[in-house]
């Protein structure tokens, strides 16, 4: 179907946002922490900036009940703090600069949102902590849909690319607004005459999806798996370069012909000016629940294929892929 090989490596969709105790993020006796005492952090608090229900949303909460779990944090609270794409929250993050409690959990997202939003504030203005996971995109369907396969959708898609809508839980240059876009160029049709309805996660996507508002979701694959094992919606493929083990039977964009490869990711990042001491302990915390057993289960689980790193690395990481999606949606005339 395709000709031509497109690889992104990006994300939505995010990992998650932690902020510590009374003192800011250091260990101190009394405060909580996760230094010397050895005793669980308190206090942690993560930022959703989409509603409840998405990818966001997902990870940041099986983070905190690892935590939990795993006794590296107690009393963890997650709250959504949505709008425009996620910049309502990066807005908020940046504004709360030298905040040692509060971080965001991000991913591409935030990354495009910040550009088609024209916000004002920035993720090379946040202190980046940690990459935590990349996930497949999928394509999907409700359970009545017409479409039986990858092939039949997309031969529908290029006799009318206008008329079969194609929803995303992210606003314009968010990866479920690039993935359609990718496909479409890929698969031969303008991404100019895609008709793309955005929504603020997948919480407000996958309604959509089951209600018909949309011809076909793209989205991170993980959202709808609870969906697919209760039969409601039919994943037509997979954006990965091979199979998922949670959806064995569902092939991947490259194994039905087309020539694409798509990968998220999700992160957590600080307010600018954070000290050294908040940030060490944050990535402490982060390292201890990565090696965890429990969030080794959750990425079994989930299909999550683990990304960890933090701190620089992911500094540089979060450089580089703010100038791809920068480039990309300038070529499509979104920044």
């Known amino acids: 179907m395709a000709t031509r090989r497109n690889v992104l490596v990006m994300g939505v969709a995010a990992a998650t946002a932690l902020a ?22 308190t206090g ?21 009940k690892v935590m939990e779990d795993a ?32 971080a965001m959990q991000m991913g591409l997202g935030v990354v495009g949102a ?5 916000s004002a504030a920035t993720l090379t203005q946040t202190t980046p902590l940690a990459k935590m996971i990349e996930e497949a995109g999928a394509i999907v369907v409700p359970k009545d849909s017409p479409y039986k396969t990858i092939g039949d959708l997309v031969a529908a898609w290029k006799a009318n690319p206008k008329g079969l809508a ?9 990866p479920d607004h690039l993935l359609p876009m990718q496909l479409a160029k890929t698969v031969g049709i303008d991404p100019r005459q895609v008709n793309f309805v955005s929504y603020d996660g997948g919480g407000e996507l ?22 697919v094992e209760a039969g409601q919606i039919r994943v037509l493929a997979v954006t990965s370069e091979a199979p998922i083990e949670a959806l064995k039977e569902v092939p991947t964009l490259k194994s039905a012909g087309i020539d694409l490869v798509f ?10 000016g954070i000290s050294e001491a908040d940030k060490k302990v944050w990535i402490d915390v982060l390292t201890k629940m990565h090696e965890s057993a429990e969030w080794k289960a959750e990425l079994t689980k989930r299909g999550w294929t683990d990304a960890f790193v933090t701190g620089d690395e992911f500094a540089t990481f979060l450089t580089e892929q703010d100038k791809s999606v920068a480039d990309l949606l300038k070529q499509l005339g979104l920044a």
Do not use: H
């Not at 510590?20 to 996760?34: I, P």
């Not at 910040?114 to 024209?118: C, F, I, P, R, W």
């Not at 194609?166 to 968010?174: D, L, N």
């Not at 309604?207 to 793209?218: E, H, M, N, R």
């Open 114 to 118: 910040s550009y088609t939003s024209k």
């Open 166 to 174: 194609v929803g995303g839980g992210s606003s314009p240059g968010g």
């Open 20 to 41: 510590l105790g009374a003192c800011g993020a250091t260990a101190d006796k009394g405060e909580g922490g996760s230094g010397g005492d050895g005793k669980p952090v």
């Open 44 to 64: 942690l608090r993560i930022m959703v900036p989409n509603t409840p229900g998405g990818g966001y949303d997902t990870t940041a909460r099986t983070a905190a």
């Open 71 to 102: 006794k590296i944090a107690t009393g963890v609270q997650v709250f959504n703090l949505p709008g425009a794409g996620g910049t309502v929250g990066l807005q908020r993050t940046v504004n709360e600069k030298g905040n040692g409690k509060l």
């Open 263 to 272: 990968t998220n990711w999700r992160g957590i990042v600080a307010p600018p």
């Open 206 to 227: 996958l309604p959509a999806v089951l209600g018909g508002k949309v011809a076909f979701g793209a989205s991170g694959f993980g959202e709808f798996l609870d969906q």
